[in-house]
Nanobody
Framework: QVQLVESGGGLVQAGGSLRLSCAAS????????MGWFRQAPGKEREFVAA????????YYVDSVKGRFTISRDNAKNTVYLQMNSLKPEDSAVYYC?????????????????????WGQGTQVTVSS
């Protein structure tokens, strides 16, 4: 499994921005699709964004399209989530996840069970 460590969470006012980072261990990071999920209090964990192993394809939940951008730097073994125009409903613990099936080309980036490694999460709080 891949070890994942998220950072970059915090408290921000509505309309503000944050950039989350997820550092991955190992030498095969560039082969893995990566995803971001979030869980708000009392709610189930939900898909936010994903990026293919090559970085050539990205996927977003409708509620963040146009505001969030997922990217990766394979040289740094890191995936990012740039979050702009934040809203109070974006408040949640954000989790980074890795799909360690090399060169995954399936269609289910939004499904939790496609990911086999998870970070510990980072809290994002957006005040109104």
């Amino acid at each position: 499994q891949v070890q994942l460590v998220e950072s970059g969470g915090g408290l921000v006012q509505a309309g503000g921005s944050l950039r989350l980072s997820c550092a991955a261990s190992g030498r095969s990071f560039s082969r893995y699709a990566m995803g971001w999920f979030r869980q708000a209090p009392g709610k189930e964990r939900e898909f936010v964004a994903a990026i293919s192993w090559s970085g050539g394809s990205t996927y977003y939940v409708d509620s963040v399209k146009g505001r969030f951008t997922i990217s990766r730097d394979n040289a740094k073994n890191t995936v990012y989530l740039q979050m702009n125009s934040l809203k109070p409903e974006d408040s949640a613990v954000y989790y980074c996840a890795a799909n360690s099936k090399p060169f995954y080309s399936g269609s289910y980036y939004y499904r939790e069970y496609e990911y086999d490694s998870w970070g510990q999460g980072t809290q994002v709080t957006v005040s109104s």
